[in-house]
T-cell receptor, first 117, second 109 residues
Framework: GAVVSQHPSRVICKSGTSVKIECRSL??????MFWYRQFPKQSLMLMAT?????????EQGVEKDKFLINHASLTLSTLTVTSAHPEDSSFYIC?????????????FGQGTRLTVV | GQNIDQPTEMTATEGAIVQINCTYQ??????LFWYQQHAGEAPTFLSY??LDGLEEKGRFSSFLSRSKGYSYLLLKELQMKDSASYLC??????????WGAGTKLIIKP
């Protein structure tokens, strides 16, 4: 399968600071990228969907000004958690897919564990 | 190295039971996840196992044996809508998710 690289894998930051997470498709062009967060033993929650060159579509209840998503190129999307607080501590996962068709697979990154102290 | 193995494809009959196996070798273990993914859609969480044993949720059950590096997802009373890919993923000691390639499940009437 295709490779999606997510960086960093773990990050600890102070409350009030911002953290940027990168998601790269290494061997394909990702027209669409998904960002998720997952709390321990809970389901994967879709935060937003981004298409290259356009604004991300956020799921209900997700603050777009707090979770900034940029998908400026076909191989890179970034999620910036602004003014992070301890309740933002979670596991963030990206996935990317190459096409827009219904039979196009999405591939996952390794995830980023964010701890806000 | 780290790896997750699961069958590439399986076929089953509507109304039957199917078991999808997953074996893993990772540096540390912080839980095993199963996800369902329909073609072209975002994956959905099915289960999380961190202790040995069977976890049942309706028609879906997941089993884990840490000593054997083995898990399975059991689907009962199969329905046509269960046709999808099933992904096994293990969280290692660095809290990274190691993904299997997925098992494509085909349900026949």
């Amino acid at each position: 399968g295709a490779v999606v690289s997510q960086h960093p894998s773990r990050v600890i930051c102070k409350s009030g600071t911002s953290v940027k997470i990168e998601c790269r498709s290494l061997d394909f062009q990702a027209t669409t990228m998904f960002w998720y967060r997952q709390f321990p033993k809970q389901s994967l929650m879709l935060m937003a969907t981004s298409n290259e060159g356009s604004k991300a579509t956020y799921e209900q209840g997700v603050e777009k000004d707090k979770f900034l998503i940029n998908h400026a190129s076909l191989t890179l999307s970034t999620l910036t958690v602004t003014s992070a607080h301890p309740e933002d501590s979670s596991f963030y996962i990206c996935s990317a897919k190459a096409g827009t068709g219904t039979d196009t697979e999405a591939f996952f990154g390794q995830g980023t564990r964010l701890t806000v102290v | 190295g780290q790896n997750i193995d699961q069958p590439t494809e399986m076929t089953a009959t509507e109304g039957a039971i199917v078991q999808i196996n997953c074996t893993y070798q990772t540096s540390g273990f912080n839980g095993l996840f199963w996800y369902q993914q329909h073609a072209g859609e975002a994956p959905t969480f099915l289960s999380y196992n961190v202790l040995d044993g069977l976890e049942e949720k309706g028609r879906f059950s997941s089993f884990l044996s840490r000593s054997k590096g083995y898990s399975y997802l059991l689907l009962k009373e199969l329905q046509m809508k269960d046709s999808a890919s099933y992904l096994c993923a293990v969280m290692d000691s660095n809290y990274q998710l190691i993904w299997g390639a997925g098992t494509k499940l085909i349900i026949k009437p």
